[in-house]
């Protein structure tokens, strides 16, 4: 099964840290270009931050100089360091990837599951 898995989300103080992990599936031998978005209550999905293969990124205005986002390709994972957090950030934390599967085809547009991050004192 294609699949990403998400880790690392909680309950933070403001001002605090957390990094959120986007681990592949063993059925993925690589991730193309990875998106962490997020959804809060009563909003739209919005892309937080991108990064493509090549190692190039783009973040979302509200979370530039705050949020970084990396890639191990040796682990198949990308990660959220997610720095100064406020309580406008509490939300649903979704990874998105085109995957390159074991078998050589693309899977576009594979989703997580999502990870609860709360941003409250």
């Known amino acids: 099964q294609v699949q990403l898995v998400e880790s690392g989300g909680g309950l933070v103080q403001p001002g605090g840290s957390l990094r959120l992990s986007c681990a592949a599936s063993?059925?993925?031998?690589?991730?193309?270009?990875v998106g962490w978005y997020r959804q809060a209550p009563g909003k739209q999905r919005e892309l937080v931050a991108r990064?493509?293969?090549?190692?190039?990124?783009n973040y979302a205005d509200s979370v530039k100089g705050r949020f970084t986002i990396s890639r191990d390709n040796a682990k198949n994972t990308v990660y959220l360091q997610m720095n100064s957090l406020k309580p406008e950030d509490t939300a649903v934390y979704y990874c998105?990837?085109?995957?390159?599967?074991?078998?050589?085809?693309?899977?576009?547009?594979?989703w997580g599951q999502g990870t609860q991050v709360t941003v409250s004192s």
């Open positions: 990064i493509l293969t090549g190692g190039s990124t």
């Open positions: 063993e059925t993925i031998r690589r991730l193309v270009t």
């Open positions: 998105n990837a085109d995957a390159i599967v074991t078998t050589g085809g693309l899977f576009p547009n594979v």
